[in-house]
């Protein structure tokens, strides 16, 4: 190797340049190993899982580490005071623009956002291992998860809505006492969610036995089952408790949720066996004797050609139907027929007791939308015991007059019920309204009031009969007027 020339030593001693050296105390590398140093004496806690992966750098250093992060910023800055003589770098990573490092980023091992990520992180977006210290929860708050709180404290935590659990009450005397307590604070949420865990710990019997002392928990448990529609249990509580007329009730409630006419017949029947009160006893037997009278019928009807089928379609089956729709559709179709056939009206009225005014209204309504004003005049036709007819309605006949109307009767028709009407205000008024003159005159004659004629006259056409038969009223002298 030639010995180096002695003006090449004076260059070299004389330029404002430095050659590179490893070992060089004063530059700013061996400020930042100063850093290192100390900030290494911040460790990360000795507990810390052994197991955990790391990724190392091509010189080894674990990626993320605070001595990588130092070499990482002091080849930035030796980069930076090197310009004249570039040299290779052993270590793959990208140069950075200054540093992009702050206290944080040298625990986390992260670049603030407008630095460059290094080769190594590049490689990856997964998150880092961070190497702050961790704050962990205090061991106080592992009550949170775990079973060893007592019932007072338990409900105490349901009120507040904090994490609790139930399981650990095992025993019998526990969960009675979790239920006590649950009632204590008089909380409804709070006792369902004790009831509901009750439920599915605790056997039918055993649970029946102990709300029998406890009337507010049975009543939180009563209303649970109603509203999550648990009709078979609900029946067996107010069985075991006693209460034979409720749960013949709620039995009976089931029918509502069978769609098959014939099954919800046969389950009608099987509950007339059932302890009712004498007035639910009769009102079940009725449902059951109604749908089975109304089988019959639609049954029947389907298969019918007489003349009102083809004039007047049905619109509906008559099944699971109300009483007086039933006595309605019957009035409609069945009209007349014998006492003895099950689609008589007379015949539903008498089975199902129905009185002398609803029947009437009823009937009324069905011949009425016919047109048909001799089944009309039947209705109220009676006779004394002398044998003379005469007119008599248990409704009143102005109401009689109403529907009449609603169904465009016409005017004779109307003109002779609204002079059934008793009282002579409702009568004018009637006529009035529905303009039944020859009623107006003979209303205004009665009361002798020849001002109102004279108004009422204007109020017609000329020459027809009505205006003839003031203009006579008025000539008659034999009247004696008020006015």
């Not at 998150?127 to 060893?148: M, W």
Request: net charge neutral.
């Amino acid at each position: 190797m030639t010995r180096a020339k002695p003006e090449d030593d004076e260059y070299w001693n004389s330029s404002k340049f430095k050659a590179f050296t490893f070992d060089d105390e004063d530059d700013e590398f061996s400020q930042l190993k100063e850093s290192k140093r100390a900030v290494n004496s911040i460790l990360v806690d000795e507990d810390e899982d052994e197991d955990d992966v790391e990724r190392v750098s091509w010189s080894g250093e674990p990626v993320g580490s605070i001595s990588w992060s130092v070499k990482e910023t002091a080849s930035s800055i030796r980069s930076g005071s090197e310009q004249s003589f570039p040299k290779i770098d052993t270590t793959p990573s990208l140069s950075k623009q200054g540093s992009g490092y702050s206290l944080s980023s040298l625990f986390k091992a992260k670049s603030k956002p407008g630095a460059f990520q290094s080769f190594s992180e590049s490689f990856s977006d997964t998150s880092f291992r961070t190497y702050a210290p961790e704050l962990r929860k205090p061991k106080s708050d592992g009550k949170d998860f775990v079973s060893d709180l007592s019932p007072e404290e338990t409900v105490r935590r349901m009120q507040k809505g904090r994490p609790f659990s139930l399981e650990k009450f095992r025993s019998l005397q526990d969960k009675l006492l979790l239920l006590d307590e649950a009632v204590a604070v008089y909380d409804g949420n709070v006792i369902t969610a004790v009831l509901i865990f009750l439920k599915k710990s605790l056997s039918k019997e055993i649970l029946f036995r102990e709300l029998m002392a406890r009337d507010v928990a049975l009543r939180h448990y009563v209303h649970y089952l109603k509203e999550m529609g648990e009709q078979k249990l609900l029946v067996e509580l107010l069985k075991a408790l006693g209460r034979t007329e409720d749960m013949a009730l709620m039995h009976y409630k089931e029918h509502l949720n069978i769609k098959d006419e014939g099954r919800r017949r046969d389950f009608l029947k099987s509950c007339l066996s059932l302890p009712f009160s004498q007035d639910d006893a009769t009102h079940v037997q009725d449902h059951y004797t109604l749908l089975e009278r109304q089988i019959i019928i639609e049954a029947s009807d389907k298969k019918a050609d007489a003349e009102i089928f083809k004039k007047f379609p049905r619109k509906a089956s008559i099944l699971n139907m109300p009483i007086i729709t039933t006595l309605y559709y019957s009035c409609f179709y069945h009209y007349g027929e014998s006492e003895g056939t099950f689609s008589s009206p007379s015949n539903i009225r008498k089975t199902f007791r129905i009185s002398e005014k609803q029947y009437i209204l009823t009937a009324l309504g069905a011949r009425a939308k016919l047109k048909s004003w001799f089944d009309v005049d039947s209705l109220f036709n009676t006779k004394n015991w002398l044998g003379y007819t005469k007119k008599k309605s248990p409704i009143g006949f102005h109401r009689v007059v109403d529907i009449l109307h609603k169904n465009s009767a016409p005017v004779q028709v109307l003109q002779e019920y609204v002079n059934l009407i008793d009282d002579p205000d409702l009568k004018l008024s009637g006529a009035l309204k529905y303009k039944c003159h020859d009623v107006v005159i003979n209303t205004y004659r009665d009361l002798k009031d020849r001002q109102q004629l004279i108004v009422y006259r204007e109020k017609l056409e000329r020459d027809s009969p009505e205006y003839r038969k003031i203009q006579e009223l008025l000539n008659n002298v034999q009247i004696r007027w008020k006015n």
